[in-house]
């Protein structure tokens, strides 16, 4: 008979495998587009390319009224807020309906490489998409080819 020496400091005790069960997000099947408040805040995609960046925000069911974008110095901060207010009224019954959404989310460009004056944004099918040209000076030139004289 071998006796075999066992490392239980390894082992969760039952105390911490019930606290991490429950103190885990449970019915959060990797959906990350929730706040620590249960509201949501839309999903934002970033590209770049040569020329500028390109955010897309996917915000289903608004208007392009509803946003507001603004750039202070290097900070770009997209918001939007949309209320609802709907009554319907019968013979018996009044019934009223409130909602309200809001969100906001600021990127900080990189300094001296955006043109300001040119950015553009554009809503549609339930996207937002922002055209962020970049400076002149800082775009990637092609390759040249040198001549050796």
Same mark, same amino acid.
């Given at each position: 008979?071998?006796?075999?020496?066992?490392?239980?400091?390894?082992?969760?005790?039952?105390?911490?495998?019930?606290?991490?069960?429950?103190?885990?997000?449970?019915?959060?099947?990797?959906?990350?587009?929730?706040?620590?408040?249960?509201?949501?805040?839309?999903?934002?995609?970033?590209?770049?390319?040569?020329?500028?960046?390109?955010?897309?925000?996917?915000?289903?069911?608004?208007?392009?009224? !509803?946003?507001?974008?603004?750039?202070?110095?290097?900070?770009?901060?997209?918001?939007?807020?949309?209320?609802?207010?709907?009554?319907?009224?019968?013979?018996?019954?009044?019934?009223?309906?409130?909602?309200?959404?809001?969100?906001?989310?600021?990127?900080?460009?990189?300094?001296?490489?955006? !043109?300001? !004056?040119?950015?553009?944004?554009?809503?549609?099918?339930?996207?937002?998409?922002?055209?962020?040209?970049?400076?002149?000076?800082?775009?990637?030139?092609?390759?040249?080819?040198?001549?050796?004289?």
């Amino acid at each position: 008979m071998n006796l075999i020496k066992r490392n239980w400091s390894n082992v969760p005790t039952v105390p911490n495998l019930f606290d991490d069960f429950f103190n885990r997000e449970f019915f959060n099947w990797g959906n990350n587009n929730y706040s620590s408040t249960s509201t949501t805040v839309p999903s934002v995609n970033i590209k770049e390319n040569a020329d500028a960046y390109e955010v897309q925000v996917a915000a289903p069911g608004m208007d392009k009224n !509803d946003f507001e974008i603004k750039l202070d110095g290097n900070l770009l901060t997209i918001s939007s807020s949309k209320k609802d207010n709907n009554e319907t009224k019968g013979e018996n019954f009044t019934r009223r309906e409130f909602s309200y959404q809001s969100f906001r989310r600021s990127f900080e460009l990189p300094k001296d490489v955006v !043109d300001q !004056d040119n950015i553009q944004a554009k809503y549609e099918n339930g996207l937002l998409k922002l055209t962020i040209p970049k400076k002149e000076e800082v775009k990637q030139k092609p390759p040249r080819l040198i001549e050796i004289t």
